[in-house]
């Protein structure tokens, strides 16, 4: 958990409150149809539950030696690429300059989306475009979720429910980061080209780790 505070959440908010500070723009990916998709309030729901994959991953980890190595793995590789979208967010920083189309009622009400909408803002500044970190870490955590929720119970209805509940969320983020003026388009197909290399470097580390023999796993045994 601490490696995953010091990998992933640091480097994005110590960079985006730099790049906002510096206030300069090298490169401007916004395109026509940026500005042609509307504002959707209620998606700032989906939107701001990125912040529950984290929790609920480690919650669906399977209990075992295993699991707990590939979680291990799993959280390196989420850092590595947080780490590399970092390095883009300092060379070639981006002002997602769209907020002035959020119409003033939800950002000045005090009913639900109002209240995400002012957290986002406050915590988020409008930086660190592209690639995607919330697409990024959204696919490869809907992916980690999906796989270790099949090797606790494939067969299990609830679970299969449950794991195309996660994809759906994951579809409705992936739209939100538009539709709440987070993101340009740009920033969402960088961000899923991230989070999709990511998944296929992790996932032949994952399946070794899952073919891994008992010694290799205890090389010391315990002494009874």
Same mark, same amino acid.
């Given at each position: 958990m601490i490696f995953g505070l010091i990998g992933i959440a640091f480097p994005y908010f110590s960079s985006n409150q730099f790049?906002?500070?510096?206030?300069?723009?090298?490169?401007? %990916?916004?395109?026509?149809?940026?500005?042609?998709?509307?504002?959707?309030?209620?998606?700032?729901?989906?939107?701001?539950?990125?912040?529950?994959?984290? %929790?609920?991953?480690? *919650?669906?980890? %399977?209990?075992d030696d295993v699991s707990r190595l590939e979680l291990i793995v799993g959280v390196q590789m989420l850092s590595l690429a947080t780490l590399g979208c970092t390095v883009i967010f300092l060379v070639l920083p981006v002002e997602i300059d769209m907020r002035d189309q959020i119409p003033s009622?939800?950002?000045?009400?005090?009913?639900?989306?109002?209240?995400? *909408?002012?957290?986002m803002h406050t915590m988020d500044e409008p930086w660190n475009a592209w690639p995607s970190i919330h697409?990024?870490?959204?696919?490869?955590?809907?992916?980690?979720?999906?796989?270790?929720?099949?090797i606790r119970s494939a067969e299990s209805r609830l679970v299969k429910g449950f794991i195309s509940l996660v994809w759906i969320e994951f579809?409705?983020?992936?739209?939100?980061?538009?539709?709440?003026?987070q993101h340009y388009v740009w920033d969402?197909?960088?961000?899923?080209?991230?989070?999709?290399?990511?998944?296929?470097?992790?996932?032949?580390?994952?399946?070794?780790?899952?073919?891994?023999?008992?010694?290799k796993l205890h090389p010391y045994p315990e002494n009874h």
């Open positions: 790049v906002a500070a510096n206030g300069v723009t090298v490169w401007d %990916p916004e395109i026509a149809i940026d500005r042609l998709i509307p504002v959707i309030p209620w998606m700032v729901v989906p939107y701001m539950a990125l912040y529950l994959y984290y %929790p609920v991953t480690l *919650f669906c980890t %399977p209990k009622d939800v950002l000045q009400g005090d009913g639900l989306y109002s209240t995400l *909408f002012s957290y697409i990024a870490h959204s696919y490869f955590l809907t992916r980690s979720i999906s796989r270790w929720m099949k579809f409705l983020l992936s739209i939100s980061t538009m539709t709440t003026k969402l197909f960088t961000g899923l080209i991230v989070g999709i290399i990511g998944w296929k470097i992790a996932i032949r580390a994952l399946e070794k780790i899952r073919k891994l023999p008992e010694e």
